[in-house]
């Protein structure tokens, strides 16, 4: 998920995921914070309250070892009937007479007679995301596998350091209050020899125990972004157990050599900008060459870092420092649903022409490294260091001083191809914001960590289904391909149009994952080669509603305006659809490009109704009146229209923004239907909705 600031999907990513027809509600996957940040979560005043005997129901479990603790769940897994727990486990697998820690799970049992065929293990990586809260408040399990919940019992398990399991709460890292390296060091100095005891092979070691307690033999293993990284370590210790594997967008061990998984991060942002441009109607007319675009974008950051005021997706506005590393910060994230993947090609034209208020604002909408991040409960700053940190192989000496470290981390530097991290430079590729090698220089492991793999491991000959999207930058195909070369009963899938974890992104990819789970087959994958939603970028921000590409006569209506009132019409669109994707990232309450406000509201069915106040995309256009986004992603919006670059009037504008199309069908990109009046004239016109 990470949502996260490098590795972390997560990533929730990670990288906003819009689950499309699974899911209505948005989720940010973002490197930099986690996705759900602001959304539901679990709080401290839910932890479960301990109960002396079993549950109501537990007799299901006749194997259960009595060594677990049975607690009442938290609200929202009661109402989906879980049975939740905790089970002491070692804090250090090497002293198992020594000090213990509670790991905290849930259990949900199948719903048809007899015994279950197997329990399915979710783990969405992080580190540091709590895989309850994850599973019940923010992408509900049931929405990606309601339909195996028949015949296989669920386990959700919150790793040690997350969640409800002895979590490791920094405040400073986590409310961003210290510069980072002192954050760092206090929190590693704050778990004292417990700062080795998080690495994700301890992990597979409690999940272990976990099964074993609750008397399961076969599970499948389902892993996203860096819970790629528990499954492979489970996996390469507890084979025997392993009925079945799902990889959504794994990471591996090739990722924890130094500056592999970075070099392959950004290579990928050029990709998907390529994709998302190219895919688009209102991008690609403008940018027939994104390649050559994108890298005239990066060299002109790198001789000129850009420097301003820019208002976030909420509304606030902040100073940007956008130089090469920030530029590459942003690429990698997949803000909202490729918000800033679908706009850099326009904002870089915009910039060469002098206007830099489009990158400087695409700045603004990424999460910095040092932030609050909310409910330790639900993410944890903390963990996600005390994990990533010890199972990465890191450029220096863990003994070493920390000038000594920077000094053989720069060393490791000075020794890296040119193109480590082409299109980008060397210099932006290891900057602390995207360089988990850097991040990690102020952490300590005073004791050997358990590492995600042993010496010589075997990987199991099971069913493996895995699957990447092509437009994923966090954890993208270069890295995907290697972890699925490594299990050899596997099979690799690239998902059309898909971010970080592809099942949150595609209904196809959720039922291939589903359908694998039932038959251990992976079945047709063609609905994968096609997109089922073609995201909205960017061809060109014009700075006057004359530099705007004019909409097309609709030849289904009677339209009198000419092609400077059509141009309007575009300008019009755009900023209609510049609020909604702002609302998407955001509060849902912000700022237009040039000037104005808009505010948003939902009714009880999810509709969301977002009210243009004098908005304005480009100087001379100004927008007001009411957008509403239906959950079947219907849009209607009446706004009135004036300013010195119209001869004014009030449009109707109706159509679909981000719908997903039937995934076993090829869609081509509709159009907004716009009619009204300007300047007393009929206006019958098309613009493309992607």
Not at 72 to 91: D, I, K, R
């Amino acid at each position: 998920m990470a949502i996260f600031h490098h590795r972390i999907a997560t990533h929730i990513s990670v990288a906003v995921l819009l689950l499309c027809t699974v899911l209505t509600l948005p989720v940010q996957a973002q490197r930099g914070s986690p996705p759900f940040k602001t959304a539901l979560g679990r709080h401290s005043s839910q932890e479960p309250t301990f109960l002396a005997a079993h549950p109501q129901g537990s007799t299901a479990l006749p194997a259960a070892s009595p060594h677990i603790v049975w607690v009442l769940c938290p609200q929202q897994a009661q109402a989906l009937g879980a049975m939740c727990g905790h089970l002491p486990v070692p804090l250090d697998y090497n002293d198992r007479q020594g000090q213990t820690i509670d790991i905290y799970f849930e259990l949900y049992l199948h719903t048809n007679q007899g015994s279950a065929e197997s329990v399915v293990l979710l783990n969405t990586g992080g580190p540091g995301v709590s895989t309850t809260s994850f599973f019940v408040s923010i992408v509900p399990f049931l929405s990606l596998f309601g339909p195996n919940l028949g015949a296989h019992d669920f386990l959700l398990i919150d790793d040690r350091g997350r969640g409800l399991s002895a979590l490791i709460n920094c405040p400073e890292l986590q409310q961003g209050t210290q510069p980072f390296r002192v954050a760092e060091s206090h929190c590693a100095a704050q778990l004292g020899t417990r700062a080795s005891r998080y690495g994700t092979g301890d992990i597979a070691m409690d999940t272990d125990a976990v099964r074993e307690a609750l008397g399961y033999d076969k599970v499948d293993y389902w892993g996203a972004s860096y819970g790629g990284e528990d499954v492979t370590a489970y996996a390469t210790r507890f084979s025997e157990h392993l009925r079945s594997i799902i990889l959504d967008a794994p990471e591996g061990t090739p990722a924890l050599e130094p500056f592999l998984l970075d070099g392959n991060e950004a290579r990928s942002t050029a990709r998907a900008v390529r994709l998302v441009c190219s895919r688009s109607p209102s991008c690609s007319v403008d940018h027939p060459n994104p390649d050559s675009d994108f890298a005239q974008l990066i060299e002109a950051i790198r001789n000129a870092p850009q420097r301003g005021p820019a208002h976030d997706a909420s509304g606030n506005l902040v100073t940007v420092m956008l130089d090469e590393a920030a530029l590459l910060y942003v690429a990698i994230n997949e803000t909202g649903n490729f918000v800033s993947t679908g706009e850099l090609l326009a904002a870089s034209e915009s910039l060469a022409h002098g206007d830099s208020a489009p990158l400087l604002r695409l700045g603004a909408e990424v999460t910095p490294l040092v932030t609050n991040y909310g409910d330790p409960t639900v993410y944890s700053q903390g963990d996600y260091f005390a994990t990533v940190c010890v199972d990465s192989n890191e450029p220096w000496d863990w003994f070493g001083s920390i000038p000594q470290r920077k000094m053989q981390l720069a060393n490791a530097v000075s020794q890296l191809p040119v193109d480590q991290f082409s299109p980008f430079s060397i210099v932006a590729g290891t900057n602390l914001t995207v360089s988990v090698e850097k991040q990690c220089l102020w952490w300590q492991k005073p004791t050997p960590s358990s590492p995600v793999t042993l010496q010589n491991p075997l990987y199991p000959n099971v069913p493996t289904l895995v699957l990447d999207g092509d437009l994923d930058t966090i954890v993208p195909m270069e890295e995907v391909q290697q972890v699925f070369s490594l299990f050899p009963g596997s099979t690799f899938v690239p998902v059309a149009e898909a971010g970080h974890v592809a099942a949150y992104w595609t209904q196809c990819a959720a039922n291939l994952e589903s359908h694998f789970l039932e038959t251990l087959q992976v079945g047709d994958t063609s609905c994968t080669k096609t997109p089922e939603t073609v995201w909205p970028a960017v061809g060109r921000f014009p700075f006057v509603a004359a530099d705007a590409r004019p909409a097309q006569v609709d030849p289904a209506g009677v339209n009198q305006v000419g092609i400077d009132q059509l141009k309007v019409v575009s300008v019009t669109v755009a900023t209609i659809t510049d609020a909604l994707k702002r609302s998407t990232i955001g509060t849902g309450n912000g700022v237009g490009l040039r000037a104005g406000t808009f505010q948003t509201s939902f009714d009880t069915n999810g509709n969301q109704t977002t009210v243009l106040t004098d908005c304005a995309f480009t100087t001379d256009i100004t927008v007001n009146g009411t957008v509403v986004w239906g959950t079947n992603r219907s849009i209607v919006a009446d706004v009135t229209v004036s300013g010195p670059g119209t001869s004014g009037g009030s449009l109707h504008v109706g159509g679909a923004f981000e719908l997903a199309c039937p995934f076993e069908l090829a869609c081509p990109v509709g159009n907004f239907n716009v009619s009204g009046h300007l300047g007393g004239l009929r206006v019958a016109a098309l613009v493309p909705e992607a």
